[in-house]
């Protein structure tokens, strides 16, 4: 059975910035929680991070693959550089990933950890930018399909590919 590493926040684990969850009813979800195959996890925290914390964002709206690389940082609203607890977060996702041979992800879009699609640019004002979080484009780097809670659909579909 294929196993699905899942952001916690969206399995009511009250682990975000700002000490909640943002839990998904989505059924898929639901039915793969049931099935048992579902790996809660939050890079923020697992990389050191306290709940809460002051929010985060990738300066200039880079995206992951430009932290990963060094290119751009994360920074919190108190100008804080989070970036190495960001990083270590995003090897523990991809440690854990790989420990649970999972090759599929649903994570928070929108986190710049776990973003699918988009991020927010750095100015914490709200405006996201196409582009992905660092635990995100670590994964997909190395082989791990990532799909947004707003993709649970398309994920379904890989899942399938992956079980015939």
Request: glycine share 14%; aromatic share 6%.
């Amino acid at each position: 059975m294929e196993r699905i590493l899942v952001s916690a926040c969206l399995m009511g684990r009250r682990v975000r910035y700002d000490g909640g969850a943002k839990t998904s009813s989505d059924a898929w979800l639901a039915g793969w929680r049931e099935e048992g195959r579902l790996v809660p996890f939050c890079p923020e925290v697992e990389g050191g991070l306290p709940i809460p914390r002051p929010a985060a964002e990738i300066e200039g709206g880079a995206g992951g693959a430009a932290v990963l690389s060094g290119a751009a940082r994360v920074l919190a609203t108190d100008g804080s550089d989070v970036t190495a607890e960001f990083l270590s977060g995003a090897r523990a996702a991809l440690e854990t990933a790989r420990s649970h041979g999972i090759r599929l992800a649903v994570l928070k879009e929108g986190s710049p950890s776990c973003g699918a699609l988009a991020v927010y640019d750095g100015s914490f004002e709200g405006r996201r930018v196409p582009g992905q979080g660092v635990t995100t484009a670590l994964l997909e780097r190395n082989g791990i399909r990532v799909f947004s809670e707003e993709q649970v659909p398309q994920a379904a579909d890989y899942l399938r590919t992956l079980e015939t």
